[in-house]
């Protein structure tokens, strides 16, 4: 991590802890819109707009340390639809207009939501179907429109999405950790469970999995490595990680994760939503296979070869 990403994540933790350490105040209705304006005003969501336009001038692996921090801290703020517009159109106001992904498309809403960015045109919000996420949050289908943006796009939207992913899955095993650590049966902590300890164990690696294929398809997106298998496999992976590790998480907490009074549901919805976004698991399991048939050279020398496998 550059300085820059560092003192970058060390301020929007200190934002975003502010606001959201307590469990109870996530349950605010104005929550979300007093979030997204702190962003859009400390320049969080411009990370990956030019130093001319009023942005940093970031790479991708800068604005996915943000999709990150978001990530870890369950913001109910649509952070990777919010950091893509700054490299769609520079001069939008995140605060009203949405980026929709997706075949038909879907836009996230927030309340001063006016217009959304399908890559190919920009429609009324108002002519969407408004409905309700899985994450509690209002969305918004374009019915009979698809989501037409460049290959860029939508593989900056599968690792952005990623990198939240990865830190909704590591906040949720430090809870979960702290979970087992704290709570007793039988006259024993959790942890000293060898099947809890297995279960744990199985979650983690799925995220060390996660962690390990989004490095490089970050470095590789940097090179223009343009290989399908690269960010495919990220946000696959990624779908295979949050399954383990929120079922994982709710077996051992049971009902409790699910009340008011606890994080736990804040993470786990919001990861049970990220899979289906900007890539869902089966398609970027078709994509990969897809690719690697059309290889010149076959499977091996597609996954093992960087120089002339670029399909």
Request: aromatic residues 6%; charged residues 20%.
């Amino acid at each position: 991590m550059s300085d820059t990403t560092k003192m970058l994540d060390d301020a929007l933790n200190t934002l975003l802890e502010r606001r959201l350490a307590d469990a109870m105040a996530r349950n605010s209705a104005d929550l979300p819109e007093t979030l997204m304006g702190e962003m859009i005003e400390s320049g969080f969501t411009r990370v990956l707009a030019s130093e001319a336009d009023g942005g940093l001038d970031g790479t991708l692996a800068d604005a996915a340390c943000v999709a990150w921090r978001c990530g870890w801290h369950g913001a109910p703020v649509p952070i990777v639809e919010m950091l893509l517009l700054a490299h769609l159109d520079p001069h939008a106001d995140a605060a009203q207009v949405s980026v929709a992904h997706g075949s038909p498309a879907i836009a996230p809403l927030m309340q001063g939501t006016q217009s959304i960015r399908t890559g190919r045109e920009t429609l009324a919000a108002d002519t969407g179907k408004p409905f309700t996420s899985i994450a509690d949050a209002p969305w918004c289908v374009l019915e009979n429109t698809d989501a037409g943006h460049d290959d860029d796009t939508l593989v900056m939207g599968a690792l952005l999405s990623t990198a939240a992913m990865t830190g909704a899955m590591a906040r949720t095993l430090d809870i979960m950790v702290d979970h087992v650590e704290t709570r007793t049966q039988f006259g024993r902590p959790l942890k000293k469970f060898q099947a809890i300890q297995h279960q744990l164990a199985e979650a983690a690696s799925e995220l060390t999995i996660t962690e390990a294929a989004l490095a490089s398809a970050l470095e590789a997106f940097e090179t223009a490595d343009s290989r399908v298998l690269l960010w495919a496999s990220a946000k696959a992976q990624a779908g295979v990680a949050a399954t383990k590790v929120a079922a994982t998480a709710h077996q051992l907490a049971g009902a409790i994760g699910f009340t008011e009074e606890h994080a736990l549901h804040h993470f786990t919805k919001k990861l049970w939503h990220w899979r289906d976004t900007w890539g869902r698991q089966a398609d970027c399991e078709i994509a990969i296979g897809r690719a690697a048939c059309a290889a010149p050279n076959g499977l091996w020398p597609y996954i093992a070869d960087t120089e002339g496998n670029h399909a």
